[in-house]
């Protein structure tokens, strides 16, 4: 799916959707343009424990994936469950920060969960 200057890629597997970027890649060669490789990302829709360490390439430059993952019903569940555990993570950490009574003021409390905790969740 193409418009203007974006470009999204569809596949089932791994394989293919390797195969549409080095198309990609190739055309942008021919024609001498890059992609934007920072605006470049990689949604995965079904998790499976055999692409965990995948590396997703466009050229000789590496694609981010986004930190969202959906399965195939379209749930995200693991996903919203995972960054709540990060967030948990990070306020633990900021106990000792005065996060807990009596500690820091609410005002100083709210400024370290935005800066250190929010993040987290997205």
Partial sequence: MAYADDITLFSTNV???????DVCVAYSKRWRFKFGVEKSKVT???KCSLYQDLKW???DKS???LGNVFNRGGNNA??????LTKCRQSLYVLRSAGMLYPGATPD??????????????T
């Fill in 44 to 46: 995965i829709v079904e």
């Fill in 57 to 59: 390439r466009l050229g």
């Fill in 63 to 65: 694609l981010n994936i």
């Fill in 15 to 21: 394989q293919d959707l390797h195969n549409l970027i």
């Fill in 78 to 83: 693991s996903h919203v469950t995972n960054r």
């Fill in 108 to 121: 100083v409390q709210a400024y370290l969960y935005k800066c250190i905790c929010q993040p987290t969740l």
